[in-house]
């Protein structure tokens, strides 16, 4: 897994709760995503980072915030989670942008949110 | 904005039969362009990509892609297929500069013995 690790890689939660997920990477790429994935959809971003402490939203960030205060560490938080936000998500990493936006994928997290 | 489309959700195969998974994408400018695979339960794994040059891309484990500027098209393409191919691939378009990977929304493969 390229050197990403997701914790936990399975959680079960109850509406209304906080749920924190963490990407963990060994790379020390600059780039750092979290993506969401549900049947009939594929992949969608929910954030990504440049930096640390730089961030920014992706197509489907509400309900969600996330924090790089490290370069190795990106964490994803779910507020109050719902059960909309039942669902398999991803870290991914890359270099940078561009030709270099080769991304590689954590082994992922499972959540279900009950 | 750019987008992807994979217009096939599932294709089923028999094993050693050839198959072409179909992507097109939509941008009137220089794309930079991927396959994925995944496996059940595991993460994404890059299979190929076309970033410069030749437009016959050779990937991992005997796939290949060809990139069609004028049909803006990018389909994997294999010429026999095994059991162990059975997996969900992933198309993705990045324009460059600093914008995000655009996934499509997957095709199905299944390999039928």
């Known amino acids: 897994d390229a050197g990403i690790t997701q914790s936990p890689r399975h959680k079960v939660t109850e509406t209304g709760t906080p749920v924190t997920l963490r990407c963990h990477q060994t790379?020390?790429?600059?780039?750092m995503y979290w993506y969401r994935q549900d049947p009939g959809h594929g992949l969608r971003l929910i954030h990504y980072?440049?930096?640390?402490?730089?961030?920014d939203k992706g197509e489907v960030s509400d309900g969600y915030s996330v924090s790089r205060s490290k370069t190795e560490d990106f964490l994803l938080t779910l507020e109050s989670a719902t059960s909309s936000q039942t669902s398999v998500y991803f870290c991914?990493?890359?270099?940078?942008?561009?030709?270099?936006?080769?991304?590689?994928f954590g082994a992922g997290t499972r959540l279900s949110v009950l | 904005a750019q987008s992807v489309t994979q217009l096939d959700s599932q294709v089923p195969v028999f094993e050693e039969a050839p198959v072409e998974l179909r992507c097109n994408y939509s941008?009137?400018?220089?794309?930079?362009l991927f396959w994925y695979v995944q496996y059940p339960n595991q993460g994404l794994q890059l299979l190929l990509k076309?970033?410069?040059?030749?437009?016959l891309v050779k990937g991992i484990n005997g796939f290949e892609a060809e990139f069609n500027k004028s049909q803006t098209s990018f389909h994997l393409r294999k010429p026999s297929v095994h059991i162990s191919d059975t997996a969900e691939y992933f198309c993705?378009?990045?324009?460059?500069?600093?914008?995000?990977?655009?996934f499509g929304k997957g095709t199905r493969l299944s390999v039928i013995a």
């Open positions: 790379e020390n790429h600059r780039y």
């Open positions: 991914a990493i890359s270099e940078g942008q561009g030709a270099k936006n080769i991304q590689y």
């Open positions: 980072s440049y930096g640390v402490k730089d961030t």
């Open positions: 941008s009137s400018v220089s794309v930079y």
């Open positions: 993705a378009v990045n324009l460059g500069g600093n914008t995000p990977l655009v």
């Open positions: 076309y970033l410069s040059g030749s437009t």
